[in-house]
């Protein structure tokens, strides 16, 4: 090697750097890709009914967030949501917003919202709907 001809120039380190972008940018966009294609999988979007909507658009008005979570999202007064379809079952979730509030001493209280039978269904297909999210397998148990 001659002198002024390093080991490493600076038309390699270019290389270097060019390619190790490119290689990234590509191996970026491959992932990008890949989880697009697993969202309608994942999200169980063909399991998403009239009904459902409906119901989530129930979930959004009356503010249930306000107190609930639901998959890990929404405020921390009130149990998670996402997996109460599995652990109450549709009849438990209806008659329990009909009883609202319990009034239980000692207990928190959730307000009535006064749904009528169409809307409970319709809520109760929006739970359903979350349950089924595959979520990888996250809450880790049935009561969240
Ligand atoms: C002001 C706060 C508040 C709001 C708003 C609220 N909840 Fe609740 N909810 C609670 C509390 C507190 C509990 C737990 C009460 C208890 O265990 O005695 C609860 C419990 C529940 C349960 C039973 C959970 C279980 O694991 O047994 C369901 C189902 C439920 N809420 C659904 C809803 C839905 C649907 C909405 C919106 C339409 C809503 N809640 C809005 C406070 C709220």
Redesign the pocket.
């Given at each position: 090697m001659g002198h002024g001809q390093a080991g490493f120039t600076k038309q390699m380190a270019r290389n270097v750097f060019y390619g190790g972008s490119v290689f990234f940018a590509l191996l970026f966009a491959a992932i990008v890709f890949h989880s697009e294609q697993r969202i309608p999988q994942r999200s169980n979007s063909a399991a998403i009914t009239p009904q459902v909507v409906a119901g989530k658009k129930?979930?959004e008005t009356?503010?249930?967030i306000?107190?609930?979570t639901l998959l890990g999202e929404g405020?921390y007064?009130?149990?998670?949501?996402g997996n109460?379809y599995l652990?109450?079952g549709p009849d438990?979730?209806k008659a329990?917003?009909k009883i609202?509030p319990?009034h239980?001493p000692g207990?928190?209280?959730?307000?009535q919202?006064n749904?009528n039978e169409q809307q409970l269904d319709e809520?109760v297909e929006f739970?359903k709907w979350t349950s089924q999210v595959n979520t990888e397998k996250w809450p880790p148990n049935i009561?969240?």
């Open positions: 129930i979930w009356r503010n249930c306000g107190c609930h405020a007064f009130a149990p998670e949501l109460v652990r109450r438990f979730i329990w917003m609202q319990t239980t207990r928190r209280q959730m307000p919202f749904l809520l739970l009561e969240g």
